[in-house]
C-alpha cells in the first residue's frame, strides 16, 4: 500500500509560481509511476502528469508542457510539481496518484492510490 500525502497548494498571482509536494509511505517502491491529476469544481479528474518513480521518465498533460515540471526526489520518497507562469485556468484541486500497473497516465482510473488533494487558487 501507498500513502500519498498532497502540500504547498495555495494563492498565487498569474504568472507566478508554486511548488506542490507529494510525499510517499508505505511501499512507494512498489508504484510504477506517480502522477498529478486536478479536478475543477463540478468536473472529473484531468491528467496534468506523471514521473516513472525508477526512471524519472515524464509525461505531461498539453496544456502544461513548458511551464509544469515534474521531479522526484528517491531518497525522500516525495515527487515535486513546479508549476510557472501560472494561469487563472490552472486554478483547481490537485491530487497526485500512485499507479502500481505500467501506465505514465492520462486515464485517472489506472493509478491506484490517492492523496487528499491541494488547493490552487490563481487570482488574475
Same mark, same amino acid.
Given at each position: 500500500q ?10 498565487? =498571482? +498569474?504568472?507566478?509560481?508554486?511548488r ?18 486536478? =479536478?475543477?469544481?463540478?468536473?472529473g479528474r484531468?491528467?496534468?502528469? +506523471?514521473?516513472?518513480?525508477?526512471t ?17 526526489d528517491a531518497a ?5 510539481? =513546479?508549476?510557472?507562469d501560472?494561469?487563472p485556468?490552472? +486554478? ?6 500512485a +499507479?502500481?500497473?505500467?501506465?505514465m497516465g ?9 492523496g =487528499? ?8
Open positions: 501507498v500513502r500519498l500525502v498532497e502540500s504547498g497548494g495555495g494563492l498565487v =498571482q +498569474a504568472g507566478g509560481s508554486l506542490l509536494s507529494c510525499a510517499a509511505s508505505g511501499r512507494p517502491d512498489s508504484a510504477y509511476s506517480v502522477g498529478w491529476f486536478r =479536478q475543477y469544481p463540478g468536473k484531468s491528467f496534468v502528469a +506523471a514521473i516513472r518513480w525508477t524519472g521518465t515524464t509525461s505531461y498533460a498539453d496544456s502544461v508542457k513548458g511551464r509544469f515540471t515534474i521531479s522526484r525522500e520518497n516525495t515527487v515535486y510539481l =513546479q508549476m510557472n501560472l494561469k485556468q490552472d +486554478a483547481a484541486a490537485y491530487y497526485c496518484a +499507479a502500481l500497473r505500467p501506465t492520462p486515464a485517472d482510473w489506472e493509478f491506484d492510490y490517492w =487528499q488533494g491541494t488547493l490552487v487558487t490563481v487570482s488574475s
